[in-house]
């Protein structure tokens, strides 16, 4: 049976996808959830909310959203901003708009976040950079000072770190978070094994952008086992009391990580 002959217009399965768009009518929850908009630039706030619903999967692809008129009802505006809103869903990829039968969530949504998402990095690239340039003057003395001060506690946090790292990038899909949060602790852990407070307070305030880069670079093809073998190289090397290829591991790992996030964010995946 299609979608369309289980949940006509009108009928309980288009009621439930409004009230996921929408929030519930009746009640404050509802209302809190979905605000009336009656600024301007309309249609672009509720292009933006829409999307944002597809994004976080309270939609889901295929799903049926309520007619223009039922939108402009239930957001108490025209139907002009509906309309200008579904059209810029559609052409970013995040719904389809089928003649004669409605408005759909794109099946094509999640490729389309994935566009969003380059798109924006490539506007930060210049932030990136900077970060890059940051990182490459602290990290190899982080690691330097590390092999030649951490104790044995540290390098056994350091070890864990690496064997979960290990175990995330071997299962089928890699576990991109758990690699991105471990890879963040790692190198929060070198500077806390370098005994420079002021370092360590430096490694956590530049965490967050950290975490943007690793989002990239980490997904970036043929990635996951470079960046495993890059940590292992510089934990190695800290390991063993072995300051000079501490810290030639280091930049060399930099060097690759930021080889590799750049390409991503500028499309090439080659």
Excluded at 38 to 63: C, F, K, T
Excluded at 69 to 89: F, N, Q, Y
Aim: zero cysteines; glycine letters at 6%; a negative charge.
């Amino acid at each position: 049976m299609t979608a369309d002959a289980r949940e006509p217009a009108g009928r309980p399965g288009e009621a439930r996808v409004a009230e996921t768009v929408l929030g519930s009518t009746a009640g404050d929850s509802g209302a809190a959830r979905f605000p009336t908009f009656r600024h301007e630039a309309l249609y672009q706030r509720i292009a933006d909310h829409v999307r944002e619903l597809i994004v976080s999967e309270q939609l889901q692809p295929g799903e049926r959203l309520p007619a223009e008129r039922d939108l402009a009802r239930m957001l108490g505006v025209s139907r002009v901003p509906i309309r200008e809103a579904m059209r810029t869903l559609a052409a970013q990829g995040f719904v389809e708009i089928r003649r004669g039968q409605g408005m759909f969530v794109a099946s094509s949504a999640v490729e389309a976040t994935v566009d969003q998402l380059t798109s924006a990095l490539l506007k930060q690239r210049d932030l990136l950079a900077e970060l890059f340039a940051v990182r490459r003057l602290l990290e190899p003395a982080s690691a330097q000072w590390a092999a030649a001060r951490s104790e044995p506690d540290d390098i056994a946090r350091l070890q864990r770190i690496i064997e979960d790292m290990e175990e995330a990038g071997n299962r089928e899909p890699p576990d991109y978070d758990t690699m991105g949060e471990r890879d963040t602790q790692l190198h929060v852990e070198i500077a806390g094994a370098s005994n420079n407070r002021v370092l360590g307070r430096i490694m956590q305030t530049i965490q967050d952008l950290h975490r943007e880069q690793l989002e990239t670079s980490l997904r970036y093809k043929d990635r996951v086992h470079e960046t495993l073998r890059d940590h292992r190289r510089i934990v190695q090397a800290i390991a063993a009391s072995d300051p000079v290829e501490a810290r030639a591991a280091m930049i060399d790992h930099l060097a690759n990580s930021e080889a590799a996030t750049m390409a991503r964010i500028e499309g090439d995946d080659t």
